[in-house]
């Protein structure tokens, strides 16, 4: 027996609300300087919506009829999807514990902006600086193995999407691995400027070099042909 149509649009609304809700409340506790969401509820409160946009969207595919209307149903899924994930990035980027610290005293910078002091403190331009650093103190062990993995693995990882999402939503207008190399790169540039401007983060050209590699690992996964069969097979209607 068939399920009506009209129930796969109250769904279909249904999820909409509800990804609407769990990301509204992850930033209203990403934003409350009281509150604190471990990186296992971050997960959980951005990944959840995910993977309900994407089952309504094989459920929501299976009533259209034309291609043209699978086509834009899971276009405009794969962009909620994505948009979800950069919002999530952006809280683990620019709303940490510094900026919570700052908002919380209201006094967010520590030193007067664009001064000697400022620079020194935000802002790395040398590369491999910091990795260097960081292989050195887990050499001497004079560092937390976890702040070290934060900062080297977290930073691989955090971009890593880039390297799935920009040619799956982008299309033949991202396929060009230079042109792919140009967005994610100027993406973490713009987010590495935003850290120094707001002294939420230090910006550091070994953060770029990271989220890139991260970024580009993915892309070369994801042009695998076997790899780019499955993923043709999960969201056949694309221009991936």
């Known amino acids: 027996m068939s399920v009506p ?36 509820e971050k997960i959980l409160i951005y990944c959840t919506p995910m993977v309900f946009l994407f089952l309504d969207m094989r459920l929501t595919i299976c009533t259209l009829e034309t291609k043209a209307e699978k086509r834009n149903i899971q276009h405009r ?30 006094n967010i910078w520590k030193s007067k902006p664009f001064t000697a002091d400022h620079f020194k403190m935000y802002c790395n331009l040398k590369p491999f600086k910091s990795v260097n650093m960081y292989m050195n103190a887990f050499r001497t062990q004079t560092m937390s193995l976890r702040i070290i993995i934060l900062n080297v693995v977290g930073n691989l990882i955090a971009f890593a999407p880039f390297g799935f999402f920009l040619p799956v939503v982008f299309g033949s207008r991202i396929r060009n691995v230079g042109r792919f190399l140009l967005v994610t790169a100027g993406t973490s540039a713009l987010c590495e400027l935003i850290q120094f401007v707001t002294m939420v983060g230090q910006a550091d050209v070994d953060d770029v070099i990271l989220n890139v590699l991260g970024a580009l690992v993915v892309y070369v996964l994801v042009h695998i042909p076997p790899v780019r069969r499955g993923i043709r097979k999960l969201l056949p209607y694309g221009d991936f």
């Open 5 to 40: 149509k009209y129930e796969y649009r109250l769904l279909h609304i249904f999820v909409l609300i509800f990804a609407v809700c769990m990301v509204g409340l992850g930033l209203f506790v990403d934003f409350n300087p009281t509150w604190y969401m471990s990186m296992r």
């Open 77 to 106: 899924t794969m962009i909620r999807i994505f948009a979800i994930y950069v919002i999530a990035l952006a809280t683990l980027l620019f709303l940490g514990s510094t900026f919570r610290l700052g908002f919380y005293d209201r």
